[in-house]
């Protein structure tokens, strides 16, 4: 499974955006999904999870309330709308696949699947 990550920029404090993650010639179907991020100089963290029959998500405590994770109805798109966005959000983002209908998951290892990663790009 190949996945591509877009929708990344520049934007101010406050800002919105919202990432997409698509996966090249099939859909998402009972796929966990992940977005991750990767600010300059520190470890690569967890940001949002979906389980992958919809039913659950989960978000790191410095995200919730601000970013949404979703998946569109035809199942080929993973999204991670981002609002109030802070510099602190600055970090390349990747999104990741685990085939799990059930499950739900916040660790690396737990991943199969990782697209490229997109940049973000907070200014104050």
């Known amino acids: 499974v190949q996945l591509q990550a877009c929708g990344g920029g520049l934007v101010q404090a406050g800002g919105s955006l919202r990432l997409s993650c698509a996966a090249s010639g099939r859909t998402f179907r009972s796929y966990a999904m992940g977005w991750f991020r990767q600010a300059p100089g520190k470890e690569r963290e967890f940001v949002a999870a979906?389980?992958?029959?919809?039913?659950?998500?989960y978000y790191a405590e410095s995200v919730k309330g601000r970013f949404t994770i979703s998946r569109d109805s035809a199942k080929t798109t993973v999204y991670l709308q981002m609002n109030s966005l802070k510099p602190e959000d600055t970090a390349v983002y990747y999104c990741?696949?685990?085939?799990?209908?059930?499950?739900?998951?916040?660790?690396?290892?737990?991943?199969?699947?990782w697209g490229q990663g997109t940049l973000v790009t907070v200014s104050s």
């Open positions: 990741a696949a685990r085939f799990d209908y059930y499950g739900i998951y916040t660790r690396e290892a737990n991943f199969d699947y």
């Open positions: 979906i389980s992958g029959n919809d039913i659950s998500t």
